[in-house]
């Protein structure tokens, strides 16, 4: 068990759809991140919150959004869902800033029918 | 632009020989850190190593060990007497010292066949 914990593990929803990824970082860790998984793009990173605000974006579609509340949990938000927004999506937490690396959860395996 | 590129899309070697995972990067900043990733087939990603630019010393840890040569912006990894549990997606991965962020590589997915 990494401490993150994400929930749910898999999802089936269909397209235009909407739906809610929820992730718990480790105790201590103020900074909440983002990441896609697909085959052909890798792990790409979407977006950052750190304590509560949001600190950085990267390729985060329009119809996707997150925000991180006052318990540092996060939730990434995905709506308009198309098929090619099926993949895993991963959250992971550091302490903040410097050389710290991530602890990762176990992901979300997200299908869109 | 920050960039890693892993050029070996996927490998397959015999269980008990050695291989070598390659790992390129770009960077234009002076402190950063690299870092190895693993994902094996149950999808979890799992902290190998971290590297950060001032810090050119090989590292070994039992049966790995990485290899970083700013000189030519590399950072590999070998896994010496490879075996089935080692398979896996092993990502090598970049950050900024000013940035949170971690820029991955897309990955070498590495099968030890038995």
């Known amino acids: 068990d990494s401490g993150v914990t994400q929930t749910p593990k898999h999802l089936i929803t269909a397209t235009g759809q909407r739906v809610t990824l929820r992730c718990s970082p480790r105790s201590g860790d103020l900074s909440v991140y983002w990441y896609q998984q697909s085959l052909d793009q890798g792990l790409q990173f979407l977006i950052q919150y750190y304590n509560g605000e949001e600190r950085a974006k990267g390729n985060i579609l329009e119809r996707f959004s997150a925000q991180q509340f006052p318990d540092l949990h996060s939730e990434l938000n995905l709506s308009s869902l198309e098929l090619g927004d099926s993949a895993l999506y991963f959250c992971a937490s550091s302490e903040g800033t410097g050389p710290v690396g991530y602890t990762f959860g176990s992901g979300t395996r997200l299908t869109v029918v | ?114």
Do not use: M
Not at chain 2, 65 to 89: E, G, H, L, P, Y
Not at chain 2, 91 to 106: T, V
């Open chain 2, 1 to 114: 632009a920050q960039k890693v590129t892993q050029a070996q899309t996927e490998i397959s070697v015999v269980e008990k020989e050695d291989v070598t995972l390659d790992c390129v990067y770009e960077t234009r900043d002076t402190t950063y850190y690299l870092f190895w990733y693993k994902q094996p087939p149950s999808g979890e990603l799992v902290f190998l190593i971290r590297r950060n630019s001032f810090d050119e010393q090989n590292e070994i840890s039992g049966r790995y060990s990485w290899n970083f040569q700013k000189s030519t912006s590399s950072f590999n990894f070998t896994i010496t007497a490879s075996q089935v549990v080692d398979s896996a997606v092993y990502f090598c991965a970049l950050k900024r010292d000013r940035d949170d962020k971690i820029i991955f590589g897309k990955g070498t997915r590495l099968h030890i066949l038995p």
